[in-house]
């Protein structure tokens, strides 16, 4: 088995990930993305990807996913309670948590998940945070 180690990661793969999650965006989400520029885009998916990793996630579509609600339904979303208990669950292994999400919580959990932050101030906080392009 090849390791790739997270240096090598951060400097090839990383920046094709990114891309393919941009292109999954645009091609599938465009209604989310239509008011914001292509490198406000790549920046909130990068620190989209971020928090998800910091739940240990790794599958390119656990990732994405975690991203696309993010972006769908509200920044924190997995900080509402039953959420981030069933992405904390030790019984199944992180990328498997994403999937089983659905089956642990309610209409009700993803109800208040999506008014859990203010997200267009969320948004702007991050979005302050992009690089402009001129460094």
Known sequence: MI?????QRRIV????????????FIRYRHQQ??????RVLRHRIEHGLAVGRTY???????????????????????????LHRALLDEALTPDRRMDALFGQVTDDDWEEAAVHCDAAAYWQRIDATAPTGEE
Do not use: K
């Not at 793969?13 to 999954?24: I, L, N, S, W």
């Open 3 to 7: 390791r790739v180690s997270e240096e």
């Open 33 to 38: 993305i239509d008011d914001i520029t292509d």
């Open 56 to 82: 240990g996630l790794t599958w390119e579509y656990s990732l994405t996913v975690f991203v696309a609600h993010m972006m769908g339904i509200n920044p924190e979303w997995h900080l509402q309670p039953a």
């Open 13 to 24: 793969g990383e920046p094709a990930f990114v891309d393919r999650v941009v292109f999954h």
